[in-house]
């Protein structure tokens, strides 16, 4: 194998084997191709793609490239992953129902990127939750409660961590065939039976439009499933928040609130069982995805996946109680701040991405990668779309650590949200499904 001939070939639009896929893929992680060449090949791909079984081969040899764990257990290893979205808390909610329904889950997270929240940074809200553990207490977690959120251990596709910081600053990221590899290599890793997608498309998604969401929907099932993972995936709306909080501790609030029936999201619970009843089908637990929709609402609604939640959360070094002491738990931010429309109407549309944004402004989440994160800060009670709103009805609450950023945060929240005369009807929460 030759890195130069390799990315000769791409440069040539010729074809590239399996077979030299793979070995690029898992060479990354040492020093037999240089950075020159990495950037080289990043560039190739992105400028001229690669096809299906060379990304086949690629991911696998990204996975392959760090540890691959392997599991003994009594029942299926499934998994879920997000493209990424703004108040977009599913897995806190998912992971523990697969696990009440006899799955195991060993979710592989991450942590903020852009305008789009991290699942580790609002676990990290709950008073000692650890997200870096070793494999041998990821085993004993995930054999003990049936699920456990953490994060990638640096021996987790090591060839994937390199490769995406070279494109961060090769201007290389926006490649189905790059994103497709760089996310399955590492949720390939966990050793999985069976994994379900969450692509999102709409204002607040990285793939925004639904014709690029829906081409990395079919390349990441195209090859999860060449990889040997029974994978589908849905295409889910993000052109407005999912729950109606976006931040840290107030959507770790959002869950515990549906999660304990207090205040159930409907919208949050839709595609929580919506992806759930997929993969449960898929890991053979249920004859169908509609048998596996209607057993994670049953769970849900119970509370037995609240305790289940809250079962993760001690054995991950959180408070033993969480389950009944959540809502004094989770800090609290210094100024809370309504903000009301300007005039009586309904919200017709709602810019997600600014939404998330303001998060990141209020110290939500990271503008550069060694920046501190408040965790009580971001915004709550955000109506949906099609919502009747007056002046004297609050659309959002600003959550934040100070007054002059409440007020900076209560316009831009203002300008995100629109408010039209006519009714309007609300999207569909699912818009599509990827099958193999």
Known sequence: MDARGIIEKI??????????????????????????????FAMAVCLNGLDPQARVGLTQGMRDSGDVLAWDLPGPVLDKHSTGGVGDPVSLLLAPALAELGAYVPMISGRGLGHTGGTLDKLEAIPGYICEIGPSRLEHVIRDVGAAIVGATGRVAPSDKRLYAIRDVSASVASVDLITASILSKKLAAGLDALVLDVKTGSGAFMASAEDAQALAESLVSVANGAGCKTEALLTDMSQPLADAAG??????AVMET????????RLIEVTCALGGVVLASGGLVADTEEGFVKLQNVIESGQVAERFARMVAALGGPMDFAESWSHRLPEASVLKEVYPVRAGFISEINARTLGEVVVDLGGGR????????LAVGLSQIVPVGTKVDPKTPIAMVHAASEAQASEAAVLVRKAITVGRDTVTPPQVIQGRITP
């Open 11 to 40: 440069k040539l639009k010729q074809t590239v084997t399996p077979e030299e896929a793979k070995w690029f893929g898992q060479s990354l992680a040492g020093s037999t191709i240089s950075d020159a060449q990495a950037g080289a």
């Open 248 to 253: 840290n501790a107030v959507e770790i609030r």
């Open 367 to 374: 503008k550069v990668e060694s920046d501190r994160i408040d």
């Open 259 to 266: 999660l304990t029936g207090a205040r159930p999201n409907r």
